[in-house]
């Protein structure tokens, strides 16, 4: 599932992964959109059981992307990955009945620097799938408290 020296090839990059998280969610569960305004983590992520739409956004000022987004379904079905580079904000919403996501990160978990950005600011207008957000998606309070581009601590 990793190999460094095809990450590096693939990505252009020489990122060190320090971390591998895994985090169990239930249908219509939405995380983030996330990121760590000190300690930048970079992710590489992937979905080992079920599935999730999941969610990038460039919070780089000096970027000609920045505030936009890119969004993919990764399940077990598809086995695709995603690199995530430092400097963007991520999320996902779970598709189906439940997922397991794994992600490796280049720096260590650092909740007094972590911030959110709101998952439905019009200013993005991230159009998450429709059909698992009946009612709305089921958030953490800690996602409830995401603020809008226009509030955020962004990189330069």
């Not at 997922?99 to 990160?105: P, R, V």
């Not at 159009?127 to 809008?148: E, R, Y």
Request: proline share 6%; glycine share 8%; charged share 20%.
């Amino acid at each position: 599932s990793f190999n460094q020296r095809v990450f590096n090839e693939a990505t252009g990059t020489n990122y060190n992964f320090v971390q591998d998280n895994h985090s169990r969610s239930a249908q219509g569960v939405l995380r983030g959109l996330h990121y760590q305004i000190r300690q930048p983590q970079g992710k590489l992520v992937r979905v080992v059981r079920g599935s999730v739409y999941d969610v990038a956004v460039d919070l780089r000022k000096s970027s000609p992307n920045f505030g936009k987004w890119v969004g993919v379904e990764l399940s077990e079905a598809n086995q695709r990955q995603i690199w995530i580079p430092p400097g963007f904000a991520h999320g996902f919403l779970v598709t189906s009945e439940s997922a397991d996501f794994l992600y490796k990160t280049t720096d260590y978990y650092a909740p007094e620097h972590e911030r959110c950005l709101i998952w439905n600011d019009p200013a993005l207008g991230i159009v998450w799938p429709p059909a698992t957000l009946h009612g709305g998606p089921q958030l953490s309070v800690k996602d409830m408290q995401g603020l809008s581009l226009a509030q955020v601590e962004t990189f330069v």
